[in-house]
């Protein structure tokens, strides 16, 4: 991944402890309502690889590119978007394949 791409995804991470999840077809949870921290992350050579609420997994294949947009971070043009869950609390295991769209998260002031 280039370094400007992976800096853009560091410093927001950094700005914003807790945020909102748009996925490419829509809101995960409830609009506005859902907090959710990055728990956990890595980079391979082809994935990069984002936990969230150390149950929820973002399964990235590259290329792909992060963008911001005031306090969202968009992750665009990806090759492949797996979306890994499982419930909360009953622990049942959910995947989505997406091939295109946008992942955004939407960013939460806290002050």
Known sequence: MEIETIEIFENWRKSYEVFGLVLPDGWFGRPMDNAHKITWF????????????????????????????ETDLNIVNFGQFVFDKQGYGDMIPYAKIYTSGKITFVGYNLD
């Open 42 to 69: 890595f980079e391979r050579e082809n994935k990069f690889i984002i936990e969230l609420d150390n149950q929820l997994y973002l399964i990235l294949t590259k290329p792909f590119k992060f963008s911001l947009d």
